[in-house]
């Protein structure tokens, strides 16, 4: 590359303090641009000093055809090269010679974070998916009629089933399983084995996946804050609650102007007829953080008050796609290898570096809104469950199994026919429960 022994006189920046291009620290500057000045001059070999511009502006053309600012210092030769946050465009091409750019940027939204979506009927519903649902559903049927049969199979729940009324009928075991559930609870327990294995499986059941619930609708409510209802220009345009304004006489503003698209029309139509611009980025971070205001703006610049205040939101959308360049006098020879320079730079991701280094956010980040818990994810406690419900009712069985053949040995039958006849009448509801209406019928 073409090596420069001259000393370059270079225009920094167009405020003394801008947050994060160019800002002074004990007497001396730091900051984006200078990085970025310090790595092209050891690519380019570069011999410079910095001085800052004397109006403090990037440059502007007047009605006599005159530059001001950093452009304007450029083009009369006070300065050599003007790196700064310089917009690439067609007016200042033609007046002084443009890089590559050193980083891209656009039009985008400001926004406080909690200006959010409404709430739906049903958002109680989302921490599980709608498969998780009818998987519980069903577990919790599943679990009542494991509750009603064990207690109706099992000896020491119900012994003398022509006698005694069994107090779990399939009504109250809904209950008793929803009670339990809920945390609430609800009696009488069951009081023999098979009952309390199925029961304490539910319990554990119901412990985990409330958890799971309650864990992912916190998440969901925290992070609501950051579903913006404004997602985009055309909802800003469409909606009359958040106020919303631009830099006055900036690029963003001569883009809405000029465009000939109807909702960016719309918009550059309300601020004209409202007037709600402002006189600083400044202005309009304080405002959006203030609520109810839309700040319009070039989106690396609402990145660093995302970045710097953490109650703003950047929405994803950003339009009018442009670069930040190096101005040099027209047909200057150092051009080119400036342009290499920062190709390079980008390529080697030390661009991306500086990037990070000054934007770097001190918030603590959100969480990104957590997705509903799918059935696979609670396999284990359905798992659980269904071996706690197995057993339970595996244990009521042979506890009828184990009474039905002692009394097949006193009454001389087969441990078969006395089996089936027990279960017949424990599992008929109305029969079964019959004499002890009787009973309490007769009683005075």
């Given amino acids: ?37 310090s790595e092209v001059a050891k690519k380019v070999g570069l011999k410079y000093k910095v001085k800052l511009v004397k109006d403090g502006a990037y440059g502007r053309q007047d009605e006599s055809g005159n530059w001001n600012g950093m452009i304007g210092e450029v083009v009369r030769g006070e300065a050599d090269l ?22 891209q940027t656009g039009i985008s939204i400001l926004l406080r974070k909690d200006i959010s979506e409404g709430a739906g009927f049903f958002d109680f519903l989302s921490p599980f998916a709608p498969e998780t649902w009818v998987g519980i559903l069903i577990a919790y049927m599943t679990t009542a009629a494991s509750i009603f049969i064990a207690a109706r199979v099992s000896p020491g729940e ?73 997602k985009g220009f055309e909802d800003l345009a469409g909606q009359d609650t958040i106020e919303y304004g631009c830099l006055a006489g900036s690029s963003t503003l001569a ?45 690396v610049s609402l990145d660093l008050a ?10 994803h959308e950003v339009i009018g796609m442009r670069g930040y360049s190096i101005a040099a006098p027209l047909g200057s020879p150092i051009i080119k290898n400036l342009s290499v320079a920062i190709l390079q730079l980008s390529e ?51 506890e009828l199994t184990v009474k039905s053949r002692r009394k097949a ?23 079964a429960d019959k004499p002890q209406e009787n009973a309490d019928k007769e009683k005075p």
């Avoid at 004209?272 to 070039?298: H, L, N, P, Y």
């Avoid at 995302?306 to 929405?315: K, S």
Wanted: charged share 20%.
């Fill in 82 to 103: 003007a790196i700064a946050p310089l917009t690439l465009t067609a007016a200042r091409e033609k007046v002084v010679g443009m890089t590559k750019p050193f980083m």
């Fill in 409 to 431: 040995a006193e009454v001389q039958k087969s441990c078969c026919a006395v089996l089936t006849e027990e279960l017949s009448l424990r599992l008929k509801n109305s029969s």
């Fill in 306 to 315: 995302v970045a710097r205040h953490c109650e703003l939101v950047r929405v």
């Fill in 158 to 230: 119900w012994n003398e089933a022509q006698s005694e009324k069994n107090r779990f009928s399939f009504l109250y075991s809904l209950w008793y399983a929803a009670g339990a559930l809920t945390l609430q609870g609800a009696g009488p327990h069951p009081k023999a084995l098979p009952g309390r294995v199925i029961c304490s499986s539910w319990w554990l059941f119901s412990v985990v996946l409330l958890a799971c619930y309650f864990s992912n609708l916190s998440s969901s409510k925290a992070s609501e804050s950051s579903h913006l209802s404004v």
């Fill in 348 to 398: 080697a991701g030390e661009l991306d570096y500086l990037r990070s280094k000054w934007w770097a956010s001190s918030c603590i980040a959100d969480k990104a809104k957590p997705a509903a818990v799918q059935p696979h994810s609670l396999k284990g406690m359905f798992l659980v469950l269904a071996l706690g419900l197995g057993l339970g009712t595996l244990l009521a069985v042979l």
């Fill in 1 to 37: 590359h073409l090596r420069i022994s001259q000393v370059w006189s270079v225009c920094v920046c167009m405020h003394y303090q801008q947050d994060p291009y160019t800002m002074s620290k004990g007497g001396q500057l730091e900051g984006f641009c200078m990085d970025l000045l």
């Fill in 255 to 299: 883009f809405f102007k000029n465009s000939n698209n109807p909702v960016y029309r719309r918009i550059y139509e309300h601020m004209e007829r409202t007037q709600s611009f402002v006189s600083s980025v400044d202005e309009g971070v304080k405002r959006a953080k203030d609520g109810s205001f839309a700040f319009i703006g070039e989106s």
